[in-house]
Structure formats: C-alpha cells, structure tokens
C-alpha cells in the first residue's frame, strides 16, 4: 500500500464527504483508485470512530455479489447500528445493476458510500438516470510529476528534477513503478503487466472480443501516433492495405472499447474563434506515456510526441477538459478548460530558431483574451520568460507548477 496521501484527489473529494451522495472515482486500473479509498477511510477514522465495510469486486470469495440482490443483502448485513457505516466498493463495473443497489442504500440513508470502477462506461448505463443528482465523480489518473518527485523523496534516489523528468518521460507514473523505483526494463515489465490485466479483463472478456489480433493492431496504431491528428477511417484503410478482413464498424468499435478501459482517451479539435468543437478531429493520447514504451519501446526520437501527451495528462489531472486548438488554421497543441476559465499551451521540443520562435508565440498571440497561455520546451533554451503575456518554460517547470 502507497503510503504517500494523493493529496489533490483528497482534497477534491473532501468537500463531498458526508454529503448523502454516492462518490465515485474512475481510472485506468493501478493508478491508486483503492488506495485513495484506503486513505480515506484513515481520514475519517482520525474524526470519528467509523465500521467499514470493504467489498473488492475482483476478489474470488466476492464473485456472487455480482447478482444485485447478493449485494445488497451482504452490505445489510455488515451494517453497524452504534457506528457511522461507510461502505467502499471496489472494482464495481461488473456487478449487475450496481447503481439499483446504490441507489436503495442512499435512499434509506444506510452509509456513506466510496465506489471505484476501471470502466469509462461505468455511468454511462440506463440505470445511472436513477441516480442523476445523487453521485459526485471523480477522475483518477497515474501519477503527475509533482506526485512523481513525493515518491522519489520517499522511494527514490534521484537528486535532481531533471534526472525525475527522464525518469518520468520514460517510465511514466503509475505509483507502483515509483513505489518500487524500478529500472526501464522492471518498468516496462511491469505496466506490460498491467496492460494484459486491462486487455484480458476491460476489453477482451468485457466485450467479448472475437479479434484480439485487431485489438491489439488498432492500439499499437495509436500508440505510434502521439502528437498526430488520428483518423479511425485511415486506419481502417491502412488495416484493409494490409489484407486484413476487416470492418470499418468493428474499427470504431475497438477503438471505443480502449477509450472504456481508460487505455486512451480522445482529444477533440476545438474551433477558437468559432467556440466549438469540431468532432469529426481529434487526436488521441495514451492515459501513461509508460504505456507507449512498454509496448513499442521507448524512442528518443518521438519525443514531441511524448511532450505532448505529458502534458495533456497533467491539464486532466488538473481538472481541466482538454481540447487540440484551432484558429483559423493556426495549431494550438493543447487548450485546457476549466470551470469557465481556459489555458492555452504550445509545445514544442526545441527553440532552435527565429522561425521556429516566431511559429509558436505567432499562433498564441493571435488568440485575444487575458486567459493564460505557454510555450513549453523540453531542453533549458535561453528564450524563457514572459513575452508579451506569454509565458516560456522548461517541461519540469510547467509541470512542477501548483497552478497555472
């Protein structure tokens, strides 16, 4: 068990706690959904003397309570009449009508209620209508580098931030890898393992996948493609090039299914001026940059990509809805958007040139609102600070900021 706090997940969730709603908190799996629960139910237990009742989903003795009323029944009968209960449900995407058994427990006021789930359409089901009002959501992600460099202080040796940013563009950040502070290849070894958890158990069982082959295809397509426009058509016509007997709706299908086990998530294009979204682009991202290395191996040369991809994931770890930018034709890598407020960031590996200074500021000074705007770059350049209400930076400085 991480002995480090999450802090900001527990301070997203701490003003929901006692509220009478059901919390839940969504990720991909191993990225700390459990132990957060664990940390807080130590928080509550400091206040106020507390029975928990704990129900791991993925445990053998536990597989009955996939039938709702088993579960219901089960939660009943471990409920305390001279304490506070506090129910935590882990792993719950598989239990049958989870959300009618959520639902009953909140309308008698029987307990607080914590659920984690691995599953992207875990509330996305007819049922969660029941529940419309009565659930706060939270989404968990690998460690950012901020969490990264409270491991290292706790685990790890590395004495620099910038020996943590290596470390951190190649390994990623799912918190066992830190924990254990492995070497690249322990860590590949072991995200590799959790990708065949998440293939054989969210994907392939999930959805009864009659072409792992095709599966397996599709995610090594978006894997290779970080930092690009992603065209689900082009790859089902690369897929056709190659003799495959393939549908395009199986295509579309599996790349859904990868979105729904938090493998991937999508970035739509959004129009700046116009103040839309442009659904028909978007580019996809990798939920762990880890997850790219410990499936091609890691390579120096795509490092733009990786950039990218790294960064995307620490506006959503923010809170922050995360779009490709659009204006008039002028790429703006990654605008984030948040309660009403929005940043905008451009990056870039090296500026090496007038030309390629005058390219990246060019296109955030053309956007006209005070909202904050980036170029970030991963080597030390001498061009750092504010120009003209942009900011210029380091990968380790953006990524070391408590706020934006």
Same mark, same amino acid.
């Given at each position: 068990?991480?002995?480090?706090?999450?802090?900001?997940?527990?301070?997203?969730?701490?003003?929901?706690?006692?509220?009478?709603?059901?919390?839940?908190?969504?990720?991909?799996r191993?990225?700390?959904?459990?132990?957060?629960?664990?940390?807080?139910?130590?928080?509550?237990?400091?206040?106020?003397?507390?029975?928990?009742?704990?129900?791991?989903?993925?445990?053998?003795?536990?597989?009955?309570?996939?039938?709702?009323?088993?579960?219901?029944?089960r939660?009943?009968? *471990?409920?305390?009449?001279d304490?506070?209960?506090?129910l935590?449900?882990?792993?719950?995407q598989?239990?049958?009508?989870?959300?009618?058994?959520?639902?009953?427990?909140?309308?008698?006021?029987?307990?607080?209620?914590?659920?984690?789930? *691995?599953?992207?359409?875990?509330?996305?089901?007819?049922?969660?209508?029941?529940?419309?009002?009565?659930?706060?959501?939270?989404?968990?992600?690998?460690?950012?580098?901020?969490?990264?460099?409270?491991?290292?202080?706790?685990?790890?040796?590395? &004495?620099?931030?910038?020996?943590?940013?290596?470390?951190?563009?190649?390994?990623?950040g799912?918190p066992?890898?830190?924990?254990?502070?492995?070497n690249?290849?322990? *860590?590949?070894?072991? @995200?590799r393992?959790?990708?065949?958890?998440?293939?054989?158990?969210?994907?392939?069982?999930?959805?009864?996948?009659?072409?792992?082959?095709?599966?397996?295809?599709?995610?090594?397509?978006?894997?290779?493609n970080?930092?690009?426009?992603?065209?689900?058509?082009?790859?089902?016509? @690369?897929?056709? *090039?190659?003799?495959r007997? @393939?549908?395009?709706?199986?295509?579309?299908?599996?790349?859904?299914y990868?979105?729904?086990?938090?493998?991937?998530?999508?970035?739509?294009?959004?129009?700046?001026?116009?103040?839309?979204?442009?659904?028909?682009?978007?580019?996809?991202?990798?939920?762990?940059?880890?997850?790219k290395? &410990?499936?091609?191996?890691?390579?120096?040369?795509?490092i733009?990509?990786?950039?990218?991809?790294?960064l995307?994931?620490?506006?959503?770890?923010?809170?922050?809805?995360?779009?490709?930018?659009?204006?008039?034709?002028?790429?703006?890598?990654?605008?984030?958007?948040?309660?009403?407020?929005?940043?905008?960031?451009?990056?870039?590996?090296?500026?090496?040139?007038?030309?390629?200074?005058?390219?990246?500021?060019?296109?955030?000074?053309?956007?006209?609102?005070?909202?904050?705007?980036? @170029?970030?770059?991963?080597?030390?350049?001498?061009?750092?600070?504010?120009?003209?209400?942009?900011i210029?930076?380091?990968?380790?400085?953006?990524?070391?900021?408590?706020?934006?």
């Amino acid at each position: 068990m991480d002995n480090i706090d999450r802090t900001m997940y527990l301070e997203k969730i701490s003003d929901f706690i006692g509220n009478g709603n059901a919390k839940v908190i969504t990720g991909i799996r191993r990225c700390g959904k459990s132990t957060l629960m664990r940390c807080i139910s130590e928080t509550m237990c400091k206040k106020e003397d507390i029975n928990e009742i704990f129900i791991d989903m993925e445990l053998w003795d536990n597989r009955e309570l996939k039938d709702p009323e088993k579960l219901y029944r089960r939660i009943k009968a *471990s409920l305390s009449k001279d304490k506070k209960n506090v129910l935590f449900l882990d792993e719950i995407q598989d239990v049958t009508e989870w959300e009618s058994v959520v639902r009953s427990l909140i309308n008698e006021k029987l307990c607080e209620i914590y659920i984690t789930g *691995s599953n992207s359409k875990l509330l996305s089901s007819e049922y969660t209508t029941y529940l419309c009002g009565r659930l706060n959501i939270l989404d968990m992600f690998p460690l950012t580098f901020r969490e990264c460099r409270e491991f290292n202080d706790a685990y790890g040796d590395l &004495a620099t931030d910038e020996e943590l940013l290596q470390r951190f563009i190649k390994v990623g950040g799912f918190p066992v890898v830190w924990r254990g502070h492995y070497n690249e290849s322990s *860590s590949y070894s072991t @995200v590799r393992d959790i990708l065949s958890t998440i293939r054989a158990k969210d994907v392939i069982e999930k959805y009864n996948i009659r072409n792992p082959d095709l599966l397996d295809r599709i995610f090594r397509f978006i894997c290779g493609n970080l930092g690009k426009y992603t065209s689900l058509n082009n790859i089902y016509n @690369v897929l056709r *090039s190659e003799g495959r007997n @393939v549908s395009q709706d199986s295509v579309y299908a599996y790349a859904g299914y990868l979105e729904s086990a938090y493998l991937v998530q999508k970035a739509h294009a959004y129009d700046i001026r116009g103040k839309r979204v442009l659904s028909a682009r978007y580019k996809y991202f990798l939920t762990d940059i880890g997850i790219k290395h &410990a499936t091609l191996g890691y390579k120096a040369d795509d490092i733009s990509g990786h950039m990218e991809n790294i960064l995307y994931l620490d506006l959503r770890s923010r809170g922050y809805t995360v779009y490709v930018g659009d204006d008039k034709g002028k790429e703006i890598d990654l605008v984030g958007e948040r309660y009403g407020e929005k940043v905008y960031v451009q990056s870039v590996f090296r500026l090496s040139s007038e030309e390629v200074i005058k390219r990246e500021f060019e296109n955030l000074k053309g956007i006209k609102d005070n909202y904050p705007k980036y @170029v970030v770059t991963m080597e030390d350049d001498l061009f750092h600070g504010n120009v003209d209400g942009i900011i210029s930076c380091g990968l380790a400085d953006f990524l070391k900021r408590e706020e934006l």
